[in-house]
């Protein structure tokens, strides 16, 4: 039996997906209401005819980031090097939707970074001094302003496949396309080819960032919400750097970190060694997988 061609996915756009092949960009469509497909993914498809295929099957994953709810998931981007969670003191700063981004991608095992844009602002300069302990936790903080030159980003950037991560409104969109010129225009192209509107970023995108070797960005949707109910208990407290350092150091052996006497979370928390809004965040979110 022929072997069916292989290529990666660079736009999923609902049930339509554009896929690089060798033979050059297919949109193609999965077989029903199958989906699970995400920007980033090696796939075979099989051809029907000039420029369409349909996907048969989806390639192993080094990791995948997605969003869920109670109801159902939201794919984001699969085998990427890194993420970017892009933030900004304005329009407001949500510093647990930053959070979440940042538990979606410690239990993706996806290593991250937080991007501070808009330094043009004066706002921006109390938001970066409170976000300086990020940066003790394993999170390198980057400060740019995306209406200038974020040369201080791509460097970061080269030779790896990265997502952009953010909330609406904090300046993705104006860093992609200061990073890529060309992005409007890849983006309008095939918002027109699937006939899928004029929002350039309702779906994730992804852009070859200019320069031999230079790496891949993949361009998400603003959010305003991160859902996590796909972890469990054990998933969650992994999730959290400074609470994973601490595993086996509590009275109890099974230990929630909620109001446990000889809790060493606790106690770091009271000695101001863990942030109060990330102790608060974890306890949320652990009495929504709960309910």
């Known amino acids: 039996m022929q072997a069916l061609p292989n290529g990666r996915v660079i ?4 049930r339509h997906f554009l896929v690089d092949g060798a033979d050059g960009v297919v949109e193609c469509v999965t077989r029903g209401k199958k989906g699970g497909v995400a920007c980033g993914d090696r796939v075979d498809y099989r051809p029907t005819h000039a420029g369409s295929g349909v996907i048969e099957r989806i390639g192993t994953r080094t ?3 997605f969003r869920s709810d109670q109801f159902r998931s939201k794919l984001i981007a699969a085998n990427v090097d890194q993420a970017l969670i892009v933030v900004a003191a304005v329009p407001m700063f949500r510093e647990e939707l930053l959070i979440r981004c940042l538990v979606a991608c410690e239990s993706a095992d996806i290593p991250a970074l937080i991007v501070v ?3 043009d602002l004066p706002e921006t300069a109390a938001l970066t001094e409170h976000l300086r302990h990020y940066a003790g936790l394993g999170y390198p ?6 209406l200038g030159d974020p ?3 791509r460097e970061r950037l080269r030779g790896r496949v990265s997502v952009l991560v953010g909330a609406s409104g904090v300046g993705k969109s104006t860093l992609l396309n200061r990073l890529i010129p060309d992005a409007n225009v890849a983006t309008g192209a095939i918002s027109l080819a699937l006939d899928a509107g004029r929002h350039t970023t309702t779906h994730a995108r992804m ?3 200019p320069g031999d070797g230079a790496g891949e960005l993949i361009d998400s949707p603003g959010m305003q919400e991160f859902g996590l109910r796909h972890l469990d208990p054990a998933g969650l407290m992994a999730a ?3 609470i994973r350092a601490r595993l086996g150091q509590c009275r109890f052996h099974n230990c929630r970190h909620l109001r446990e006497p ?10 101001g060694d863990i942030a109060a809004v990330r102790l608060r965040v974890y306890q949320s979110l652990l009495g929504q997988l709960s309910s």
């Open 11 to 14: 736009a999923a756009l609902g």
């Open 63 to 65: 990791n995948l980031l």
């Open 117 to 119: 844009n808009k330094t």
């Open 141 to 146: 903080l980057v400060e740019l302003s995306a």
């Open 151 to 153: 040369d201080t980003l």
């Open 207 to 209: 852009h070859r960032l």
């Open 240 to 242: 959290f750097p400074e």
């Open 262 to 271: 000889g809790c060493a979370v606790l106690e770091a928390a009271r000695a």
